[in-house]
């Protein structure tokens, strides 16, 4: 370990990168000066403050390290993330929860570094530790090192968070992640349902109980590129609906009633910003004497009003059967859900799953609007999507060049995204320059809503006398939009 200023815990670390500790403000303006082209500052905690400046600096010492940071990432000790390291609990939960969120947290390090252009970068903290942590992690997944390797790099290295239980888990954590993914290593799924079934596929059924059977079909929209999916219990005839876009909710409701199916939900994969969803014509299309139709889903977390909010992980059914889960997938908004329509009877051939606008065959969704965030995205489809077994089928909500769906084993080969490092697919995001959607302004709104204010249509027409139908007929329509945009990003 080189010390190399009158600060103790200044480091260097490789050619790219050093680490310090508390450090004045003369000091780092000098490194600064002299070698240190940008300094990331992992400050105490969201504010952004002067914490880890040396004590003894005085109101001007302060001001001239606060002048010297390029970014700042609160990396809090307190945070549960690091207080409450999970390494060893057998609560499958918990660890998933415990991975994923250390992993988001590495990809917002990691977009704090995309920001940074020019090297060599200084990482700061109040002992040196986190710094040591953040760049002993960056550069072993750089390098394509295991966690075991990075720890013993940093024990010859001489660097202090090893000694720290919190710190060091975060790290192995991290890197471990991104090591089984160079190494294609299946990395189980962090929904312990999806895992367990993943592990128990009877097919056939050791029961003898004849297993279920489903209909499923593909519909399409030309206008916005949208596919629509209907998923049928052959049995019962109960069947969901997901992503019908309102301008063709009638020909969806035809279908629905010629197959004699009861429609039980229509879930939203998310906000969407270039349609209307179907889901509150379709509930008017649909309700009958007996029923007051399907209901409208999608993720509580977006915020959407709709009768069934979706949590992480919530299951659905039909005919008795547990056949889809809702897996949190955000990250091109931040309400994004995917759905994984699996049986444990069913061949992994024949599960799918519905990821919205987080996973386009060969592509992914925009992260630029909606709480976008394309470190959250990159997580979110190589933890939740990715990690499915690789013959499971992936259906998009879009697609621009006429495919209409994929499997996890060629997205891992041939996704030009999320083939990338994670510094790379931030940096490729954040420079994708796409207009925005044509009907943004329209659909957002009424998607908030789940399209209901043609429920609310009817009823005023109703309460007039009209028929449900007359007023399906009348209810608001979009005005007419350019073609949309032949990206793959999605919208
Ligand atoms: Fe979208």
Known sequence: MTTASAAATFAVFNESYAIAGAISGAELASLKASTYQSILYLCPDADGDTGCANAADDEEGKALFTAQITAHVAFNMKDPLFSSPLPSSDDAVAKAAHLRASIGFYAELDAAFASMTTQPVLVMCKSNRRAGAVVAAREAIRRGLSAAEMMQDSTDRGLTFIGTPAHAAWASACVDFFYNLSHRQHYPHPCPAVAAAIADVQTPPSSSSAPPRFLFRQLFDKESSTYTYLIVESASREGLLIDPVIELAQRDAALVKELGVTLKYILNTHVHADHVTGSGLLKILLADASSSGPLSCIAAVSGAAC?????????????????????????????????????????????????????????????????????????????????????????????????????????????PRFGKNLGSYIHLMANLNLPPPAKLALALPRNMNCGAEVIEAASSDSAGGSSSSSAAASAPTPPVASPASSSSSGS
Request: net charge negative; aromatic share 10%; glycine share 10%.
């Open 307 to 415: 009768d069934l909010p979706l949590e992480p992980y919530q299951t659905l059914s039909l005919g008795g059967h547990q056949v889809l889960t809702c897996l949190p997938t955000p990250g091109h908004t931040q309400g994004c859900m995917s759905f994984l329509f699996y049986h444990k009877h069913l061949p992994l051939e024949e599960w799918k799953c519905f990821t919205g606008d987080a996973l386009l065959i060969r592509g992914c969704g925009r992260t630029d609007f909606q709480g976008g965030s394309s470190s959250s995205l990159y997580v979110s489809a190589h933890t939740q999507i990715l990690s499915l077994p690789e013959s499971v089928a992936l259906y998009p909500a879009h697609d621009y060049k006429g495919n209409t769906s994929t499997t996890v084993a060629e997205e891992l080969q041939y996704n």
